[in-house]
Structures are given as C-alpha cells and as structure tokens.
Nanobody, 126 residues
Framework: QVQLVESGGGLVQAGGSLRLSCAAS????????VGWFRQAPGREREFVAG????????RYSDSVKGRFTISRDNPKNTVYLQMNDLKPEDTAVYYC???????????????????WGQGTQVTVSS
C-alpha cells in the first residue's frame, strides 16, 4: 500500500485560496486513483474531487465544481487540490485517499479507497 501525507491546510478568509498537497510514498503514485474527501464537525465525510490513474480524468462534487481543481504530478508522487473562492461552508478536515483498482474514473465513495492520509484542517472565516 501507499502512505499518504496531506499538507497545505490553514485559515483563510472567504474568497481566498489554498492549495492542498497529498504526497505519497511506498509505490509509484501513477498506479493509483486519488480522491479528496472532507469532513466537517458533526457531518459525514463527503467526496470532493478525484483523479484517475492513467487518463487523468477528473470528477468533482457539485458543491466545489468550478472552484476547486484536482491535479497530479506523477514524477513528484503528489496530487494537489487547488481551492479558490473559498466559502465558510468549505471548512472541514480534508483527507486524500488512494486506490490502485483499475477503473475508468476515480471513485466517489470512501469505501472504494484503501489508503488514507491523516487529514489537514481548512478553516474559512466569513
């Protein structure tokens, strides 16, 4: 399995931007579909964005589409989540997850991912 470490979280004002990073070790990241999830206090963890293994296809939740961009840099074994126009409702702990099952697109359900990072806090003030 691959080990994942998120970074880049922090406190930002509404309308601001952050870029989260998910760094992998243990195996070439290019073999993995990667997803970003988030969990706000008192709420279930939800899918945010995902990127596929070989085609690099991306998918987003409706709540972040047009504001967030997921990308991957395979030589650096890193996946990024660029978050623009942040809103207070984006406040959550953000997790990256990876799975090497071959699929046409990154899955949006957490149960399809076998490896998880420890999370990074994103707080958006109004």
């Amino acid at each position: 399995q691959v080990q994942l470490v998120e970074s880049g979280g922090g406190l930002v004002q509404a309308g601001g931007s952050l870029r989260l990073s998910c760094a992998a070790s243990g195996r070439a990241f290019s073999f993995y579909a990667v997803g970003w999830f988030r969990q706000a206090p008192g709420r279930e963890r939800e899918f945010v964005a995902g990127v596929g293994q070989f085609t690099g296809s991306t998918r987003y939740s409706d709540s972040v589409k047009g504001r967030f961009t997921i990308s991957r840099d395979n030589p650096k074994n890193t996946v990024y989540l660029q978050m623009n126009d942040l809103k207070p409702e984006d406040t959550a702990v953000y997790y990256c997850a990876a799975d090497e099952t071959l699929r046409t697109a990154a899955p949006s359900t957490e149960y399809d991912y076998k490896s998880w990072g420890q999370g990074t806090q994103v707080t958006v003030s109004s």
